[in-house]
């Protein structure tokens, strides 16, 4: 599933594509048909990321929210583009380029003030600003364990399942470790993790948690499997002993046992 840094990579990209365009909207699956008149021949004046969620807002006040969910993804052409191939829920066409959505968990046309709730309901998003204090004091109040706070984005939002994974191996933390035992010192130690990986992250377009050092190379000539310390991996990095998985908040979590102990 795409996390926090894709959201904002995909923002800034298509603000660059398209943002001041006039598009044609269509949906050649139909799913999106009815929504998609609200807005074809519009302009598009911003997009916007707040943790996994992405706004197109276009000129007529008409906003497009996208969550892509676990199969959701985007695709540009030039324009004109190529009749559309698979499941295309929402396509545009730009002067230059066209942007297909296939298999997004959300699509749809909404007004400021569905965009407001949903905004409402998110934690703070630390690619825009969201406040260390903030999300402390929500951890800090719960007994849950830390790795299942960090995928609740009421609490933070863009975290996902492999970042809450190389943040916590990275630090040394128990993901198991209940949020109220988690000191400002070990909670400083996971927000500079945190906010460092997603950085880098979103510069690459993909999650990076190794160092150049350690991969032995530039972080842009890693292969996909070279990417990671702990998620997907069987063997730990550090102790070299076996990495183990665990469901938390019903995601698979993997961390090793030897390396993430208690705070
Ligand atoms: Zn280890």
């Known amino acids: ?38 807005i074809d021949g519009c302009v598009l004046a911003s997009v916007r990321a707040v943790g996994k969620h992405l706004f197109y807002e276009f000129e007529n006040a008409r906003i497009v929210h996208v969550h892509l969910g676990r199969y959701g993804s985007f695709a540009v052409q030039d324009s004109p583009p190529r009749p559309p191939r698979g499941q295309v829920r929402m396509r545009w066409i730009g002067s230059a380029q066209t942007l297909d959505l296939r298999g997004p968990t959300q699509c749809r046309v909404i007004d400021h003030e569905t965009q407001t709730e949903i905004c409402e309901k998110l934690g703070p998003d630390p690619l825009s600003g969201g406040k260390k204090s903030d999300v402390f004091a929500k951890v800090s109040a719960s007994g849950k364990p830390i790795g299942g706070l960090l995928l609740d984005q009421t609490i933070l939002a863009g975290v996902g399942n492999i970042f809450r994974a ?15 035992e988690i000191d400002p010192s070990r909670f400083n130690d996971l927000w500079k993790s945190m906010t460092k990986m997603m950085r880098v992250s979103l510069k690459h377009g993909r999650i990076i948690s190794v160092t150049s050092k350690e991969a032995g190379k530039p972080l842009t000539q ?17 102790c070299n002993g076996k990495i183990s998985q665990d469901k938390i908040a019903s995601r698979k979590m993997y961390f090793c046992e030897r390396c993430q102990r208690g705070t």
């Open 166 to 180: 190389e943040i916590l191996f990275e630090i040394g933390m128990d993901p198991k470790l209940p949020g109220n």
């Open 222 to 238: 890693l292969g996909n499997d070279e990417r990671f310390r702990v998620y997907g991996k069987t063997h730990c990095p550090r």
């Open 1 to 38: 599933m795409p996390e926090g840094h894709k959201t904002h990579y995909l923002a800034s990209e298509h603000n660059a594509l398209f943002a001041g365009e006039t598009l044609g909207v269509s949906s050649p699956q139909g799913r999106f048909s009815a929504d998609a008149k609200k």
